[in-house]
T-cell receptor, first 115, second 116 residues
Framework: AQSVSQHNHHVILSEAASLELGCNYS??????LFWYVQYPGQHLQLLLK??????LVKGIKGFEAEFIKSKFSFNLRKPSVQWSDTAEYFC?????????????FGSGTRLSIRP | GAVVSQHPSWVICKSGTSVKIECRSL??????MFWYRQFPKQSLMLMAT?????????EQGVEKDKFLINHASLTLSTLTVTSAHPEDSSFYIC????????????FGPGTRLTVL
């Protein structure tokens, strides 16, 4: 069964610092991977997704993530964070190969940016 | 495109009453919708998968008689919390899966339920 792990529970950075949030998944079949963001008081939004092709995926707001199959990882990165990036970030992956598979979410990483 | 709405955005009710939450896909048809529960500062927990025209599939530990799900049309799923108690207070989020988008889901804004 799929499991998704986010090792950083709470990350605190200053503005302009670089960001990397870890995500590891366990299922080795067909890989679809997602990063979602939840800004304070708002609903979940898709940051980026990986289905196939280039393992370096670019998303909205300057975020990118790299799929490394050998490490079962899909870490989220941003070269220079802004105060507005303060939010909760969730990594997610389907439970199985089927397009009807339910999505498994990681425990989330809270990102706090000091102005 | 791919907008999902929820109504109401927040509700306060007395213990023992029932509350209905609606989830609508506004610009696409969704044969499958999902209901999640999110406790403060925690991740989303899948409660059930709602399939249009058939019974919902509940996750282990979720009481199907307490959390009634109806997916009567391709754009509407409802979650009814029956005989609500304070421990049911939570943030309930629905999502829908547009056709031809694989596993990708689009999320509603959530409903904050407070049971007094």
């Amino acid at each position: 069964a799929q499991s998704v792990s986010q090792h950083n529970h709470h990350v605190i950075l200053s503005e302009a610092a670089s960001l990397e949030l870890g995500c590891n998944y366990s299922y080795g079949g067909t890989v679809n991977l997602f990063w979602y963001v939840q800004y304070p008081g708002q609903h979940l939004q898709l940051l980026l997704k990986y289905f196939s092709g280039d393992p370096l995926v670019k998303g909205i707001k300057g975020f990118e993530a790299e799929f490394i199959k050998s490490k079962f990882s899909f870490n989220l990165r941003k070269p220079s964070v802004q105060w507005s990036d303060t939010a909760e970030y969730f990594c997610a992956a389907p439970e199985g190969d089927s397009s009807a598979s339910k999505i498994i979410f990681g425990s989330g990483t809270r990102l706090s940016i000091r102005p | 495109g791919a907008v999902v709405s929820q109504h109401p955005s927040w509700v306060i009710c007395k213990s023992g009453t029932s509350v209905k939450i609606e989830c609508r896909s506004l610009d696409f048809q969704a044969t499958t919708m999902f209901w999640y529960r999110q406790f403060p500062k925690q991740s989303l927990m899948l409660m059930a998968t709602s399939n249009e025209g058939s019974k919902a599939t509940y996750e282990q530990g979720v009481e199907k008689d307490k959390f009634l799900i109806n997916h009567a049309s391709l754009t509407l799923s409802t979650l009814t919390v029956t005989s609500a108690h304070p421990e049911d207070s939570s943030f309930y989020i629905c999502s829908a899966r547009p056709p031809a988008r694989g596993n990708e889901q689009f999320f509603g804004p959530g409903t904050r339920l407070t049971v007094l």
